[in-house]
């Protein structure tokens, strides 16, 4: 057992987001997403999330087309999570479930701007806080992202949710004999390239003692039980 967390950040990708489908929402994915969030702060867990914008526009990609340069492409990436975020707040306000959006981007009328002050103030209040539109500043990936609120809100650790039920030696889908890891430190990450997420966002976790879980977002309750301390999916720290 880890120790229990009661503040979570929980990173979904954007591709997560559109299910089986190549791009767009998938509504039933949003509203189970939703009920395990709802899941674990009716038990008292503290949950802030980040979300990506891959299922609507990657930057990176259209920039290398030659279309936009990337500081453009980067903005309009940003923007793509603050759409996915909408979305999803929506879905949770409709379940019942009190949700706020704060953005990282100026978008008066539409989202609140983003201070750890008032994330604080809104999960103590028992909200789920959506933090849209990256870092606000190009070059920087959403895991890198959230790793930077986690530090900046006090959240006790980061879940990752993704396809697979952890980290890998190697692609499994390709690799029939990769090996998955139950724990690793963060130093091994870095070591042995695993690409969990980049560089950045790894040491900032590093650097500031944060733990990572990358675990399957279609485990039932998986959300709740990490934050309670069960040990699913892969865990990364300062000792594996």
């Given at each position: 057992?880890?120790?229990?967390a009661r503040r979570i950040l929980?990173?979904?990708?954007?591709?997560?987001?559109?299910?089986?489908?190549?791009?767009?929402?998938?509504?039933?994915?949003?509203?189970?997403?939703?009920?395990?969030?709802?899941?674990?702060?009716?038990?008292?867990?503290?949950?802030?999330?980040?979300?990506?914008?891959?299922?609507?526009?990657?930057?990176?990609?259209?920039?290398?087309?030659?279309?936009?340069?990337?500081?453009?492409?980067?903005?309009?990436?940003?923007?793509?999570?603050?759409?996915n975020a909408l979305a999803f707040?929506?879905?949770?306000?409709?379940?019942?479930?009190?949700?706020?959006?704060?953005?990282?981007?100026?978008?008066?009328?539409?989202?609140?701007?983003?201070?750890?002050?008032?994330?604080?103030?809104?999960?103590?209040?028992?909200?789920?806080?959506?933090?849209?539109?990256?870092?606000?500043?190009?070059?920087?990936?959403?895991?890198?992202?959230?790793?930077?609120?986690?530090?900046?809100?006090?959240?006790?650790?980061?879940?990752?949710?993704?396809?697979?039920?952890?980290?890998?030696?190697?692609?499994?889908?390709?690799?029939?004999?990769?090996?998955?890891?139950?724990?690793?430190?963060?130093?091994?990450?870095?070591?042995?390239?695993?690409?969990?997420?980049?560089?950045?966002?790894?040491?900032?976790?590093?650097?500031?003692?944060?733990?990572?879980?990358?675990?399957?977002?279609?485990?039932?309750?998986?959300?709740?039980?990490?934050?309670?301390?069960?040990?699913?999916?892969?865990?990364?720290?300062?000792?594996?």
């Open positions: 057992m880890a120790e229990p929980l990173k979904l990708s954007g591709e997560a987001l559109a299910g089986e489908a190549e791009f767009g929402l998938d509504e039933t994915v949003l509203r189970r997403l939703a009920a395990e969030v709802d899941d674990a702060r009716s038990s008292g867990i503290q949950v802030a999330i980040v979300l990506g914008g891959g299922n609507l526009f990657r930057g990176e990609q259209i920039a290398r087309m030659g279309l936009v340069d990337r500081v453009t492409g980067d903005h309009m990436g940003m923007l793509a999570t603050v759409m707040r929506d879905v949770l306000t409709a379940l019942g479930i009190p949700a706020t959006l704060l953005s990282a981007l100026a978008l008066t009328g539409i989202a609140e701007g983003f201070s750890a002050r008032r994330a604080a103030a809104l999960l103590d209040a028992g909200e789920v806080v959506l933090l849209a539109g990256g870092t606000g500043n190009p070059f920087f990936t959403t895991d890198s992202a959230a790793c930077l609120r986690a530090v900046e809100i006090g959240a006790q650790v980061v879940l990752k949710a993704t396809k697979v039920d952890g980290v890998y030696s190697a692609d499994p889908a390709r690799d029939p004999s990769a090996r998955r890891f139950d724990k690793l430190s963060y130093d091994d990450v870095i070591r042995r390239n695993l690409r969990v997420m980049d560089l950045t966002a790894i040491c900032l976790c590093r650097d500031n003692n944060l733990p990572i879980v990358v675990f399957d977002m279609a485990t039932v309750g998986a959300v709740k039980r990490i934050a309670t301390g069960e040990l699913l999916g892969t865990r990364i720290e300062a000792h594996a």
